[in-house]
């Protein structure tokens, strides 16, 4: 309840009969963790082999030349909290929104081509950082998991951070190429779909200030959840109207 519909801690406690610093301090205990048992122990958002990949590959990217190699999409995610009380817009702008209202984060997750979490970056604080800066940092991260011939999508990537990702005047890019329009087209809808998804967890567009000083636990724990719901496009998916966002 506190994920998916972000209730303050004293609506909970009016709910379940007890105090509300009992609630703020289970959420924040289970929070922990989660990500200790997911993460930590468990090793994920796993990164999957190129075979499992491939298990589950949509027909719409299987049976094509150019997308029959994706491995996986990366998409920026910004995350917006509550600005902590007493906080002074001036002194940091950019940690916060133009509305001057919410703290704000980004981060870069990769989703592999049926919509399941498989990469999450660290998290970077300020509107406008992730994108550009953290680039090589991502890449750096899944470089090891890669395998030849395999076909990354992301966001605008400077040219100087992979040579083969050449073009700064689209917002996706395929390697050297550039994607038809079509593929342009579904690129957009996957991640848009993922994205509403992953904005059914509510408390990540407005992060309570008690959960700033776990926000990347939260936000992780959150993405991985999200992997528990059936793929955003299944194997037999053809077509752009096989997209699911629940």
């Not at 997911?38 to 075979?51: D, F």
């Not at 406008?128 to 470089?143: K, N, P, Y």
């Not at 996957?190 to 992953?198: D, F, G, P, V, W």
Request: aromatic letters at 8%; a neutral charge.
């Amino acid at each position: 309840m506190k994920l998916r519909l972000n209730l303050i801690d004293q609506d909970l406690a009016q709910r379940f009969g007890c105090r509300k610093e009992i609630i703020g301090a289970v959420c924040f205990n289970w929070i922990n963790f989660m990500f200790q048992v997911l993460v930590a122990q468990k090793g994920h958002p796993q990164w999957p082999s190129r075979e499992k990949v491939n298990l589950q590959m949509p027909i719409v990217f299987s049976e094509d030349l150019e997308f029959k190699l994706l491995r996986s999409l990366l998409i920026n995610v910004e995350l917006l909290g509550e600005k902590p009380p007493g906080s002074i817009y001036e002194t940091n702008s950019l940690s916060f929104s133009t509305l001057q209202t919410s703290k704000v984060w980004t981060l870069t997750i990769g989703i592999t081509p049926n919509g399941a979490v498989n990469f999450i970056s660290s998290l970077h604080q300020g509107k406008d950082v992730g994108i550009a800066d953290s680039s090589l940092d991502v890449f750096e991260s899944i470089q090891s998991g890669l395998d030849k011939d395999d076909v990354i999508v992301g966001p605008l990537i400077p040219s100087s951070t992979l040579e083969q990702y050449n073009s700064r005047d689209v917002d996706y890019i395929v390697c050297s190429r550039q994607p038809r329009l079509p593929h342009l087209v579904l690129i957009r809808n996957l991640a848009t779909a993922y994205m509403n998804r992953l904005m059914l967890f509510k408390v990540l567009s407005n992060i309570p200030a008690e959960f700033h000083s776990i926000v990347h636990r939260l936000a992780t724990v959150t993405m991985l959840l999200t992997n528990l719901n059936k793929p955003i496009l299944d194997r037999d998916s053809s077509h752009l109207c096989s997209l699911k966002t629940k």
